[in-house]
């Protein structure tokens, strides 16, 4: 038998680790040694446009679609009170897990400000714990806890063979609403912030700073802007879809290749319509990232699948048997890094300012020494990631 027609297990490990590289790469982008020294592909683009720091999420969503097809699949996508139970458990308990760690930054960097007050240090917890005001209501998790809910439940009351009519639909309403609205930019004048100001209040959404150093309050991860994302892990689950249909590895990947070069192609295109933008996260943002998200799939399972090359996969799958638990652990340990700290030549300095002032900076020059930052705080949780693997520890959240 050739290499093109070679079978893949029941479970593809090319998804796993496809899953371990974006949490990966989420992690890496998110925690640079300074925001002030970063290399321009390791950044987002302003407003338009895309980086490679752009399809870290948007390939996490993807394949959040894919493993949602292939985990229903199993019970052949009935909705039962049992399954519909289980999700919105599971959905409510990643969001206020999302919350909580917004809450846990606003706390520490509560402690940090209070450090000089002359209050107890009951004081101190009590004001920060207390701290509610500028919480933060949503975010990376708490998005996708309601893409999980809605995405799901969408699969499970429209069935796969129908999905492709509905995610052109939510695309071209999306369009049509942004349109109609003038909603483009990032302004007050945008229905993206009118309905978060509406439902949360100013002072719980994102904050973004322009390059002229002007503060516009302006979520990423708003509500409206969920609406195209359910549309995007659908595109995941029509992927996973694909996957399925055959066992040959070489089918799977022509199938991929033609989908997501199709899908890519009509992206761009919408581009001159509905320009690529990942914090209103346009329908030509779903369809080039999805595009390039199949591609990149295709890809890896010839690389894995086919050609049995996976000795280098570990390192990724150490990360995708734990991946919202693993996202989680750094999201408590940069916190901790940028809040911890001590006295240095009269100045108050946080660890992560002293490993990248006193060591990487001085040693690689600020831009690659943010980037060491970044690779060694990837690799402290690639560890904790490791020891989990190795005991076969899974924990879902």
Known sequence: M??????????????????????????????PGSWSSIYTPLGHAQWNGLTP???????????MGVSMFLSYKKFNFKLSTQTFTKLLNRSILLFLIGLTLGWFGVFCHGINVLRG?????????????????????????????????FGSLTLLIFKPKRLL??????LLFYWILMAATGSYAENESSLVYIIDRAAFGVMHLYTDHLPNGTKVVFDPEGLLS?????????????????????????VRIQKLFIFGTIILFTGFL??????????????SFVLATCGFASLLLGLII???DIKGHKRWSVYFESFSVNPMFIYLVAGILSVLLRNIGFINLGEWISLQGYFYSQWSSPIFGNYLGSLLFAISFVTLNWFIGLILYKKKIFIKL
């Open 2 to 31: 050739s290499n093109t027609t070679k079978t893949a297990s029941t479970r593809l490990l090319s998804v796993d680790v496809f899953r371990g590289i974006t949490i990966a790469s989420m992690i890496l982008v998110n925690n």
């Open 53 to 63: 720091t752009d399809l870290v999420f948007p390939f996490f969503v993807f394949i």
């Open 117 to 149: 007050e002359y209050l107890s240090i009951f004081d101190k917890i009590w004001l920060s714990a207390s701290n509610l005001e500028n919480l933060r209501i949503l975010g990376v998790l708490q998005r996708l806890a309601l893409i999980s809910f």
């Open 165 to 170: 009519w509905l995610i052109g639909l939510i």
């Open 226 to 250: 969920t609406l195209p994302c359910i549309a995007h892990v659908l595109l995941g689950v029509w992927a996973g879809k694909l996957i399925s249909e055959s066992k040959d590895n070489g």
């Open 270 to 283: 919408l581009n001159y319509g509905f320009p690529i933008n990942k914090k209103i996260w346009s329908s």
């Open 302 to 304: 010839y690389i894995i």
